[in-house]
């Protein structure tokens, strides 16, 4: 991958805003795929005080709990929050610009519009759990599994880049797959992150049925059968296979070990940075 001065990043990123470079501006674009929007990434953010995640840590979590919501009669439910398709959330890799807030990254009020709907739709069930703070938590928690997948697979990236000291592994992996088949529904690790959320969320007041047709309603893939895939270890492998991407030496990787990294329940006890982005700053 050839470096850019700054000047020419601001050239190409001029470009993209000029109509007289249509044909060029798909190829640009790539080259701008992990800065998401400039409006969000360099707005107004605060780093969670979390050294894991877990339901009990959050309540004592001063910044996490400054940003709950007393009530949710003033939040408005029509914008749909599709994690990276909408700019609700997103994970920053540390393999692009970690020097710069590297992790996973939040609008609070995304946080709140989901945490409205799940709080209405426990109502329902009149849950005696069902508590505006426990909604916000559940909401939190719904969209930190997702990014937590992806860091998950950076990690398993990592580890076959030392392995085999291919320093490109990730880097090749995330502009030629994943940032091409990502929004579409052939993106398996949009898949495979919104199934791990799923499993996961299943301990925290807000049930399986639910999320599931919640995932479908955001329109975030056409598949039909999304969750009737039973096997996910075959997923997991097929996603590992495009990590890999044919490259040589690397059908030794021992593949148990990798599937029983990503599936481990320990995930969320070490210390991922997460950003709470307030209101986006305009630029100039």
């Not at 979390?50 to 914008?79: A, G």
């Not at 992806?150 to 992996?173: F, W």
């Not at 997991?236 to 481990?264: G, H, M, P, W």
Request: charged fraction near 25%; glycine fraction near 0%.
């Amino acid at each position: 991958m050839n470096e850019l001065s700054s000047n020419e990043l601001i050239n190409k990123l001029m470009k993209i805003q000029d109509e007289k470079y249509d044909q060029e501006k798909s190829k640009l674009r790539r080259i701008f795929i992990s800065i998401i929007t400039p409006e969000w990434f360099y707005s107004n953010s605060t780093l969670l005080d979390l050294n894991s995640i877990t339901w009990e840590r959050l309540e004592k979590s001063k910044n996490f709990m400054d940003i709950c919501p007393t009530e949710f009669d003033n939040i408005n439910t029509d914008y749909e929050d599709r994690f990276e398709k909408s700019f609700s959330s997103w994970y920053q890799p540390y393999h692009i610009l970690r020097e710069n807030k590297w992790g996973i990254h939040i609008r609070i009020d995304s946080i709140k519009r989901i945490a409205k709907r799940f709080f209405y739709h426990n109502s329902y069930k009149t849950s005696k759990n069902n508590t505006i703070i426990n909604s916000f938590k559940s909401a939190f928690i719904f969209i930190y599994f997702h990014h937590l997948f992806h860091n998950l697979v950076e990690n398993i990236t990592s580890i076959m880049e030392i392995k085999y000291n291919i320093p490109i592994i990730y880097l090749q992996y995330y502009s030629e797959i994943y940032s091409k088949t990502l929004h579409s529904s052939f993106c398996l690790e949009e898949f495979l992150a919104n199934i791990y959320l799923i499993e996961r969320m299943k301990k925290y007041n807000i049930d399986k049925e639910f999320l599931e047709n919640y995932i479908l309603e955001l329109k975030i893939n056409k598949k039909t059968d999304y969750f009737n895939l039973n096997d996910m270890f075959l997923l997991q492998k097929k996603l590992i296979l495009q990590i890999q991407n044919n490259l040589s030496n690397f059908y030794d990787v021992t593949l148990e070990q990798i599937l029983e990294y990503i599936n481990s329940e320990n995930n969320s006890q070490y210390i991922l940075p997460i950003w709470i982005h307030k209101t986006p700053k305009p630029l100039f």
